[in-house]
Structure formats: C-alpha cells, structure tokens
C-alpha cells in the first residue's frame, strides 16, 4: 500500500491534479509522506495524502529531524507546525525554504523565536455559535488541567461561563481580551445583556444563573475561568490575538487552499499561550475540513499537519475525533508524542485509546519504555509459528519430534531496545515494518538547509540579545 508503485497511484486517486499525470512525471513527494525506508537501503515508504499518523519516540529519537522537518520540507500544500523550540529545531530548518513556497505566518506569542508580530489572529471568528465558543473554552481548560480533572465540577462551570463570555464577545464583535474585564467583574450585566439581545436567551439565563448564584459558588467559578484564561492578561500574548489596524489578519479559511505555512510556537504548561495554539490549529484543521467539503471532498494539494510537542502544546480537547474524519478530506494530521502515557494524560485513556485506533499509520521509535505499551506493540505485530524440535531417549531408542509453537514476531524487549534511526511502522491494512528513518541532516541538500537553519538560529539569539539591549 504505501511502496512507491501504490503510493503513486493512491495519489492519483486522492488528488485530482495530478489524476492525468504519468506516473514517471509525478515527483515522490507528491505521492505522500516520507516515513523511512524499508530496511537499510530498501524502497521508501510513505503515508498516503489521506492517512492520519501518531508518532511516538522519546526525546532526542529524531521526531523533529527525521519526520517533522522532512515532511514539511516536501509537503506540496500548507503546512501548519505547533512547537514549543525553535532555535536549532524545526522552525528554523525549515522557514527559509517554506517562504519560497508561500507565506510565511508565524505566531510567536511567547517570543520563543523572538518573532516579530507581523500578524493577528481572531479567536473570536469561530467562537460565533455555541459548539465554536464551547470549543474555544475547551481549550484554555484542556491547556490548563489533565483530562483527568477537566470534568470536576469547577472546570465544568468554568468552562459554561468562558463559553458564554466568549459568545457575547464574539456576538458583540469585540475583542477576546474584553472578556477579562467581564471575568474580573462578575456583576457586569453588559454580558448577558449581549447574548439577550443576540437571540441567545438560554445561555443569557444560564448566565444570570450563575451571576446571581450564592457568592461563593459565583466567586469560585470565576476564579477558576480567571485562571484557565490567564495568559491573555499577558499584554505581549493578547497582542496576537487582538485586532490590528497595520498588521495582516491570519485567516485560516483562506489558509487552507493556500501554499502558506503557519509556525505555531508556545512554551509549555498553564499559563502559557498552549490555548491560543490549540485553538488556533484546531481552527485550520476545521476550516480545512470546511473548505474541502466545498471543493468536492478533498483538499488539492493536502494540508500537512505536524502537531509536534503535541501534548504540550496543542492539547486539542477533540483531535482523537477529529483523527476518524481530518484524512478523508485531505487534511493530514502527524500528532507526536514521547511516549503512549504522554497521551494518555492530555486526553484520558479512552481519548488516547480512540486516537490510536484511528490513526492509520503508528510509527514508534527508540526508548519506548513503557513495558506495557511495548507489551501491546508487541501483540499487534503478531506471533508467528517456530518450529521446535525435541530428541527423547527411551528404551526403543533415541527419537526426535517436531512440533509447532507460537512467538511473538517482535518480542517486547527488543521493541523496547529499538535502536536511534529506526522505527516500527503499523499501518491499516499492510504487515508491520521495520523502518529506517531518513532524518533531513542525512539527506541531499541537507548542507543548504544546515545553513539556513544556523543562520535563522542566529537571528533569535540576535534579536534575543537586541531585546535585552533595549531593556537594560
Ligand atoms: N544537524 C544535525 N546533525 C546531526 N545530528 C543532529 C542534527 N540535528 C539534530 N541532530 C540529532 O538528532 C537527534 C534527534 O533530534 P530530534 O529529531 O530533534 O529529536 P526529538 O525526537 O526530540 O524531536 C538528536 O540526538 C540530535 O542531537
Ligand atoms: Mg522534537
């Protein structure tokens, strides 16, 4: 399925562009995702343009080098990123070469490339209905609290109030940060009266319900909506997410039928602007998903998705339902993990669960050490029979049966001893693989991207020193 000869014509099939190309005239990287070679020097293989991966390897295994950076250095359409590095990872190997291709959007809220703002983006826009705003609080909860503590019944309530704020905002078409003086001020009608005047009477009512709730009740949620919000009293946050009279606006309907990239760069952890990121990748892949269902079915070129850092960046409460539909309309999500329990954690056992089943190419990597997972990995690569010879000595002589038995294929000690470079495939409908990963550093043209990738690392530290300068 996924061998050069497959791949190419699986391409054919998912992109009508290049439906009367020859086969000889289609360039590899329009047939799909390099993910390694088969063996040492064997054919490539590749995840076609409507599978949905998860890859999972530990730190320094070669996630950025050997499939974020390729992948959206050959991607053929938009590229989205999520990361919480730049300097020496894949934001700077890559911005170069993805500028030539189109435009080049990257927001830096965190200053984590020390990124000047060349653009803003609304929240708000898809915060106009109620699923949109209820999602849009789902993601400062989701970036503030475990799954496991996101259904108490503060972060429930939490999470109604921000939905209902973010819906008046959004009705009223201010600004996301107007919504912290609404939260700093729990007695301010202007609020309901918004939602009222708008037509959405039951979320007013359910509003009003909590404003005038007993005052410890009422405080409690506030505060904790307060802090699942926080980081938009950052003012060098909000910036980016507030209008702009001088800097374009990043729209992400226009985004998916562009050859446009969005970095997407965050640091980790509460407080940190991992909400804005989430909503606004969960953003693009929507309005992706919107945009295809318009152009017949699938996106032309593909929109390549790379959630690097995944679970600390982009927790998108949703992403293991979005798995089951992103790839059938030619949006391409690559969500990567350091390991099965990081999952777990971002999106509960069943939320995990769900996402591995439904993507359709796994790939897992060196330092898996998680003996229960290499116990599970090992079960889905299958046993196979081994023949077992026995001698026997009895009074009629020496005699030798033969018998049959069952073995694992791949035992879960040597899935976790998977040296750095290599990497187990298993993907819907073909036999495991063992992978040889093609990590961009050891490809042609790897000298040019070295050098632009120092160069863009030495600007952060330029324009982190030139800050420093101008502060002191
Ligand atoms: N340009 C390079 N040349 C040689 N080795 C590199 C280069 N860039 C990164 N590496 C090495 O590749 C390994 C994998 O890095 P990376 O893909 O960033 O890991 P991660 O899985 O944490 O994303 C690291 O050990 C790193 O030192
Ligand atoms: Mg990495």
Same mark, same amino acid.
Request: with cysteine; hydrophobic share 40%; glycine share 8%.
């Given at each position: 399925?996924?061998? &050069?000869?497959? $791949? ?26 390099? /993910? ?41 359409? &938009? ?133 005038? #709730? ?6 409690? $949620? ?38 446009? +990239? ?6 980790? #952890? ?6 804005? $990121? ?15 269902? %318009?152009?017949?079915? %699938?996106?032309? &070129? ?48 069943? #939320? ?24 599970? /990995? ?10 077992? $010879? ?38 819907? #409908? ?26 863009? +690392? ?6 982190? %020193? ?7």
């Amino acid at each position: 399925m996924l061998l &050069p000869k497959e $791949i190419t014509a699986k391409a054919k099939s998912l992109r009508p562009s290049l439906a009367s190309a020859k086969p000889g005239s289609i360039r590899p990287q329009d047939t799909g995702i390099l /993910l390694g070679t088969l063996g040492e020097r064997g054919p490539e293989v590749r995840a076609s343009w409507e599978d949905v991966a998860v890859a999972i390897m530990a730190p320094r295994s070669g996630k950025t080098t050997s499939l974020a950076v390729p992948s959206i250095l050959s991607a053929p359409g &938009p590229v989205l990123l999520t990361s919480n590095k730049a300097a020496g990872d894949a934001y700077t190997a890559t911005v170069d070469a993805r500028s030539a291709t189109g435009r080049v959007w990257t927001m830096d809220p965190q200053q984590i490339a020390h990124t000047e703002q060349a653009m803003w983006w609304d929240p708000l826009h898809d915060a106009r209905d109620l699923p949109g705003a209820r999602r849009l609080a789902g993601h400062f909860v989701t970036a503030s609290v475990d799954a496991s503590n996101a259904t108490d019944f503060w972060s429930t309530a939490a999470a109604n109030t921000l939905t209902a704020l973010f819906l008046a905002a959004g009705a009223d078409g201010r600004p996301i940060t107007d919504v912290l003086g609404w939260l700093a001020q729990p007695a301010d009608r202007a609020p309901i009266d918004i939602l009222k005047a708008n037509g959405l009477t039951a979320i007013a009512a359910q509003l009003q319900g909590t404003v005038s #709730g007993a005052v410890e009740t009422r405080d409690g $949620i506030y505060e904790t909506a307060r802090q699942y919000a926080a980081c938009l009293l950052d003012p060098g946050i909000a910036v980016w997410v507030t209008p702009s009279d001088t800097l374009p606006e990043f729209k992400p309907a226009d985004f998916a039928t562009s050859r446009d +990239t969005l970095f997407l760069l965050s640091k980790d #952890g509460g407080g940190s602007a991992s909400a804005l $990121i989430a909503a606004a990748a969960d953003s693009v892949m929507r309005s992706a998903v919107v945009q295809a269902e %318009r152009d017949g079915g %699938r996106l032309d &070129p593909p929109l390549l998705c790379i959630l690097d850092e995944a679970a600390n960046v982009c927790k998108i409460q949703d992403l293991p339902d979005l798995y089951s539909h992103l790839g059938s309309r030619g949006v391409i999500p690559i969500t990567i993990l350091q390991s099965y329990r990081q999952g777990q954690k971002c999106w509960g056992e069943a #939320g995990m669960d769900a996402m591995w089943s439904a993507a359709t190419i796994k790939v897992l990597g060196s330092g898996i050490d998680d003996a229960d997972f290499a116990d599970k /990995l090992s079960r889905l690569v299958g046993e196979h029979d081994v023949e077992s $010879i026995s001698h026997s000595t009895s009074e009629s002589g020496r005699s030798t049966s033969t018998s049959m038995r069952q073995e694992r294929i791949l035992p879960p000690d040597q899935i976790r001893a998977l040296p750095k470079g290599k990497a187990l495939l298993l993907a819907t #409908g073909i036999k495991p693989a063992l992978l040889q990963l093609r990590p961009w550093y050891k490809e042609p043209g790897a000298a040019a991207i070295g050098k632009a990738s120092a160069a863009q +690392t030495a600007a952060i530290t330029d324009r982190a %020193r030139a800050k420093a300068g101008a502060a002191a």
